[in-house]
């Protein structure tokens, strides 16, 4: 078969991309008179000037006062979000063996913060975040380990020269993520001055709370109204991990929907994980769904670790998927993003920050096709919108030109087949930086060298 010649993007600031296939739910003002294919896609040309989108017009009928792609159909979609990850934990193997299960996610990821210098963090993360600007990512929120005020400290200083660092090609958020019993601890006040001062959002994991003898969270109900007034005080917003356990008694989202409603809370409130959600009774799910609507939640899924942390027996194939109920969230109305979570380290031994392959698991294994319709902006749109850069993850006139172009012509060969060859544009111009080399970040933290 004949090799389809590469695409030579301009140098230049202005030119137009035609006849590309672009997802009708990324788009933002479709234009009037676009084609319409069979799977919801929309055939247009895109002008691109000074790193923007500056305007979207049918096929064919683009300005023809500049220079000129022809895409011939490809796939064109925004460069997409990755809105839950640990970038601090990431890229540790070998140094760390997971061992699959969460127990060892949490004491192998204990045992490593000796490790976590400055130096080490910067490398490690760095990495990560160069893996997903080469894949075409262009925002990450990751979440910083806060067990100690000095730990988050440290976790901080790193995000914080990374985030400038980055600044213009990878957008970074911050969560403090501690056990919910910092914030009815004496660090709490100053664990939350220290978010605040760098534009964090407060996190915390429900699953640490043991119940009392009644068994009733109420631990968890305190550390909740403590968390939501501090966020309010300081006009932060709240992102927790929640329910990562097969367990059905150990289950918080109403905890939390009850929580945040009898506060007053006005930010932003995501629930991360949420994977006994699925094995609740029908009524449950329902009327947990309708309760989460009520207290305006949103949820982020993390199909790939899950999938390999959940209902992991020595010597047993896992009998359920791991992941949330989420076709019966989207259903509900409620936002429902994915993330990239764990990568590399002892919590989930692979994955290279690719939000493309992360988006393929979901689709598979939520069953969320026939039709597609919504699932890519599981990776686009609505995770934008959870982390409040609307002017992200669409394609639309005065939006930045971060964008991503597949070979592929149709979704369903886009995520059947992987894109190595996908073309990655950051503010108009393209990505030519090379993926990080593993064996070359190994050396660098004195591990052992693989390369011969």
Same mark, same amino acid.
């Given at each position: ?166 600044? &213009? %090609? ?7 993520? +501690? @056990?919910? =019993?910092?914030?009815?601890? #004496?660090?709490?006040? !100053? ?123 020595? &010597? %047993? ?7 949330? +109920? @989420?076709? =019966?969230?989207?259903?509900? #109305?409620?936002?429902? !993003? ?115």
């Amino acid at each position: 078969m004949r090799a389809e010649p590469p695409l030579s993007i301009p140098a230049n600031s202005r030119f137009v991309m035609e006849a590309a296939r672009v997802p009708a739910e990324v788009i933002l003002n479709p234009p009037a008179g676009a084609v319409r294919d069979s799977e919801g896609a929309l055939l247009l040309d895109v002008l691109i000037d000074r790193g923007q989108v500056a305007g979207l017009f049918p096929a064919g009928t683009g300005p023809r006062d500049c220079s000129r792609i022809a895409l011939h159909g490809r796939q064109l979609w925004p460069a997409l979000i990755d809105m839950h990850t640990h970038l601090d934990c990431g890229q540790a193997i070998p140094r760390v063996r997971a061992d699959g299960t969460i127990h060892g996610g949490f004491s192998q990821t204990a045992a490593d913060w000796p490790n976590w210098t400055e130096e080490d963090m910067t490398l490690r993360m760095e990495f990560g975040i160069g893996c997903a600007y080469v894949h075409g990512v262009a925002a990450i929120r990751t979440h910083v380990d806060s067990e100690t005020l000095a730990m988050s400290r440290r976790g901080y200083q790193v995000f914080e020269r990374l985030r400038s660092k980055w600044h &213009g %090609r990878v957008a970074l958020q911050a969560v403090t993520i +501690a @056990a919910m =019993e910092a914030w009815i601890g #004496g660090e709490a006040r !100053a664990l939350a001055d220290l978010t605040a001062s760098k534009g964090g959002i407060l996190g915390g994991v429900t699953d640490t709370l043991e119940r009392g003898e009644n068994g009733t969270y109420d631990t968890l109900d305190h550390a909740l109204d403590r968390m939501f007034a501090l966020a309010k005080e300081r006009n932060l917003d709240v992102d927790l991990h929640v329910d990562q356990t097969d367990d059905l008694s150990a289950f918080t989202i109403p905890r939390i929907a009850e929580a945040r409603l009898r506060s007053g809370f006005p930010g932003r409130v995501v629930l991360g994980h949420c994977v006994n959600l699925s094995l609740q009774p029908p009524e449950v799910i329902e009327t947990t769904l309708a309760l989460a609507k009520q207290a305006d939640l949103a949820f982020v899924s993390m199909p790939t670790p899950m999938m390999y942390l959940m209902d992991r027996q020595r &010597g %047993r194939t896992p009998r359920w998927r791991g992941v949330t +109920a @989420a076709n =019966e969230i989207r259903a509900a #109305g409620l936002p429902l !993003a994915i993330g990239g979570d764990n990568c590399r380290d002892a919590w989930f031994p692979y994955g290279d920050h690719d939000m493309l392959d992360t988006l393929k698991q979901a689709i598979r294994v939520f069953q969320a096709d026939e039709p597609l319709t919504g699932s890519i902006a599981m990776a686009s749109r609505v995770p934008a919108d959870l982390i409040g850069r609307p002017d992200l993850g669409r394609i639309g006139t005065g939006i930045p030109a971060n964008l991503i172009i597949f070979s592929a012509r149709s979704l369903n060969a886009l995520l059947s087949r992987d894109q190595p060859d996908r073309i990655v544009l950051s503010g108009g111009r393209q990505v030519n930086d090379p993926l990080p080399l593993h064996h070359e970040l190994e050396r660098a933290l004195g591990l052992p060298d693989y390369e011969i």
